[in-house]
């Protein structure tokens, strides 16, 4: 006895036709899809790791004051690498060229460096309200960070201080970021002569735009 039901055969595209080129498309598609949901879980991955090493930077109890934090970005975060490429350079024959480890470590040290000379955002750990929030951090979630309120400081200027993201979290939007317009006020009395006006762009830079 025949048996009537047949096996269905995969259908086989000419590959010029048109259904084998939606298929084509729709497999790239896929691909550049995946590639990018890599590269932004690798990218998530190292920003956990950065904001991490300031999650270990809050002190156990208070603040860190603005040349503490200095010295943690200064001798710490920027020299985290030093070892490691020292140990690259005496693994290296005379005459021999830089490995590729050794080029990119020398890359990233003088980029973090340059960033810090000219100005890097860094969470805002002078501030108790953000401290406060940072401690309940969980070490993953990376959009947490963004409760967080960040300045902006810069090894060229180590005295002075912006505010360069005032924080989504409703308690940091209630605190005025008043610190460095203070500090600047304190050490300059001919200010407090001056109208509010010509303070005016300084605060709104200083405040960024309150995110509702």
Not at 3 to 23: C, I, M, T, W, Y
Request: charged share 30%; glycine share 4%; aromatic share 6%.
């Amino acid at each position: 006895m025949v048996n009537s039901s047949r096996s269905k055969k995969e259908k086989v595209f000419h590959p010029d036709s048109r259904k084998a080129g939606q298929l084509n498309r729709m497999q790239l598609r896929k691909a550049k899809v995946a590639e990018a949901a890599s590269k932004r879980t690798k990218k998530q991955s190292a920003q956990a790791d950065i904001f991490g090493f300031f999650y270990h930077a809050i002190p156990p109890e208070s603040t860190l004051s603005l040349e503490e934090l200095h010295v943690i970005v200064r001798d710490v975060w920027l020299t985290r690498h030093d070892e490691e490429l020292e140990q690259e350079r005496a693994a290296r024959r005379k005459g021999r060229p830089k490995s590729t480890k050794e080029l990119k470590l020398e890359e990233i040290k003088l980029h973090e460096s340059e960033e810090y000379r000219t100005g890097i955002d860094v969470p805002d750990l002078t501030h108790e309200a953000t401290v406060k929030l940072f401690r309940k951090w969980d070490q993953k979630e990376v959009a947490y960070i963004q409760l967080l309120r960040f300045i902006r400081i810069s090894g060229a200027d180590p005295t002075s201080t912006v505010v360069s993201k005032p924080g989504e979290h409703h308690s940091l939007k209630e605190s005025i970021p008043s610190q460095a317009l203070d500090e600047a006020m304190a050490t300059d009395n001919t200010l407090l002569t001056e109208p509010p006006s010509r303070f005016a762009s300084t605060i709104m830079m200083m405040d960024g735009p309150l995110l509702s």
